[in-house]
């Protein structure tokens, strides 16, 4: 089972138990509708977090917001032909759109 599915279970269960938990203590402290609000920063928050999870959860598959390996890996390669005993030397690779890929 992929664990993404955890994840959102972990997630969405307690944002969705945590307004319950704090209806009656809003009632007690004679805050009634400002529940809501609390409840949506918080889920905002957590959801939030989840999402940039899930965006740095592949950082090796070439899109632009992943670490840049191929780019540096050529960077490394073609310092190291630069060097007095390399022989054979390739070209370097072109930018699309201000990134290496």
Known sequence: MNYQYFTKLFL?????VFPISLI?????????????????MISFVFDGMNRVGEINENLFENTISDMPMTALCNIIE???????????MQEKLKSVDGYLF
């Open 78 to 88: 073609h310092n190291m032909l630069e060097m007095p005993e390399a022989r054979e």
């Open 12 to 16: 969405y269960v307690p944002i969705f």
């Open 24 to 40: 009656s203590d809003f009632i007690k402290m004679s805050i009634n509708y400002d529940v809501i609000l609390v409840i949506f």
